[in-house]
């Protein structure tokens, strides 16, 4: 039997370069802040905002990702590509030359709506430019992508910010992107424009903004509560829940609450799944220190771990032609469920902290599977022109449960670092409750395809 072709071959050489280009670099970026920051707010003088630039990027890049989805299905990818990287690039000079505080965060906020924009065109791109049984493969590369700067970024963002200063984070980026979106040209001059755009699309970055404000609003009134200011904490909870309710009724499609068969049933598996996850992996290294005395090295390699596990079960899931993706995704969810339920285990007193290593291995298989599963879920069961739209809302479920769920942590956190909860006790039911959610998407994994689908898969 022939060997059929791999995205790597002559016709899909510089797509799939570009798109792990320009996918490394956002992922990067998002990395590289973190070591930056701590110079950055020192040399601008904003420790009292520390916070901010972080939240400006979740804003601003759900808003990227609700306008990117019905622009894509309207013009095609090659217009929301450019304007993102571009609206990126302009983040990465503002960001890299702020002289204050506010024009740092407002490069932040650039940057979040860029990769917003440029992300979702990227998946377009995959729906176009891949035939269908080559389209895992080519989401294994947005999900290696993202894995390997996770690997090197630390390092090299550091080495960078005390050698040649903060700034050069961000700025020398800057003609990288213009080398990711020059091998990109050859798919975009190609890429179909549907010209089709909902009643609402002109709506939906103000969706998007709404649903960004009441993340932020409920993590504020999480605070809140910990400080024992329940009068503020109620008004904070109430309207950052109406806001982030309002926002996503209309940014996600109409079910996803429920799992209603199909597309509504993956955004919201997706969105499961990434809450779980990000909110565990934000307390590992502070556990490992915390409970098991480990130092800042090896309190960091866990993350490591997590890293290779994500790009073997990325790499897997792309070369699996005999199991149905949906059986998949439940493979990938019972694994993130175990490394849960693991970790949940290793904050009980008298438990040892290296079993960690092995446990996020296995979380990072599941992630592998399962991120790029999603996608492939989505785009399989999404019309030419609906492939913007579905794919925007899968990846607005994906940030805000992330962005949900990495604040929750860090306000259980905040609980145990006022005494109100042991720290121990508190990872524990963090844990256990990550572990009930991955449990509980596995359930409703079944529910992923359509009916004729689900027929044949039985069948």
């Not at 002289?99 to 650039?110: D, E, K, Y």
């Not at 990109?184 to 903004?209: C, E, Q, V």
Request: aromatic residues 6%.
């Amino acid at each position: 039997m022939e060997r059929s072709p791999g995205v790597f071959a002559p016709k899909w050489r510089l797509t799939s370069i570009g798109i792990a280009i320009a996918i490394s670099l956002f992922a990067f970026e998002g990395i590289a802040v973190a070591t930056a920051m701590p110079s950055a707010v020192r040399d601008l003088d904003g420790l009292a905002f520390f916070g901010w630039p972080y939240s400006a990027f979740l804003v601003m890049n759900l808003v990227g990702l609700g306008v990117a989805g019905q622009w894509c299905d309207r013009v095609g990818p090659r217009r929301p590509l450019l304007t993102g990287i571009a609206v990126f690039t302009a983040g990465l000079l503002l960001a890299g030359s702020a002289g204050h505080m506010a024009v740092f965060v407002l490069g932040r906020g650039a940057q979040g709506i860029g990769v917003g924009l440029a992300s979702i065109a990227v998946f377009q791109i995959v729906a176009t430019a891949y035939p269908a049984p080559l389209r895992p493969r080519a989401l294994a590369i947005i999900s290696t992508a993202y894995v390997l700067p996770a690997l090197v970024g630390p390092v090299i963002s550091g080495t960078i910010t005390a050698q040649v200063g903060w700034r050069w984070v961000f700025l020398g980026l800057v003609p990288l992107v213009v080398v990711g979106a020059l091998t990109l040209m050859p798919a975009l001059r190609t890429a179909t424009a549907p010209g089709r755009i909902a009643a609402n699309g002109s709506r939906k970055p103000l969706f998007a903004l709404l649903a960004g404000a009441g993340v932020v609003a409920l993590q504020a009134g999480g605070n809140a509560v910990v400080a024992q200011r329940i009068p503020l904490a109620t008004a904070l909870v109430a309207v950052g829940l109406a806001a982030l309710v309002a926002g996503l009724r209309e940014l996600l499609p109409r079910g996803s609450t429920v799992l209603r068969r199909g597309v509504p049933a993956v955004v919201s598996v997706r969105g499961l799944l990434a809450g779980a996850f990000y909110a565990v992996e934000s307390v590992v290294p502070l556990t490992l220190v915390t409970l098991h005395g480990f130092g800042a090295v090896a309190s960091g390699l866990p993350l490591l771990a997590g890293a290779l596990g994500w790009w073997a079960g990325a790499q897997a899931q792309g070369r699996i032609t005999t199991v149905a993706r949906p059986v998949l995704l439940r493979w990938g969810l019972a694994a993130l469920a175990f490394c849960f339920a693991g970790m949940a285990a290793l904050s009980l007193p008298g438990a040892p902290g290296w079993p960690v290593y092995l446990l996020w291995i296995v979380g990072g298989l599941g992630m592998g599977v399962c991120v790029p599963t999603t996608g492939v879920l989505v785009l399989d069961q999404s019309a030419a022109d609906e492939t913007g739209t579905n794919s925007s809302a899968l990846q607005i479920s994906d940030v805000t449960a992330a962005g949900l769920g990495t604040s929750g942590a860090g306000v259980l956190v905040g609980a145990t670092a006022a005494g109100s909860l042991a720290f121990g006790t508190g990872m524990t039911v963090l844990g256990l409750i990550a572990a009930a959610v991955c449990a509980a998407a596995a359930l409703g994994a079944s529910r992923t395809t359509g009916a004729q689908e689900a027929r044949a898969t039985v069948s």
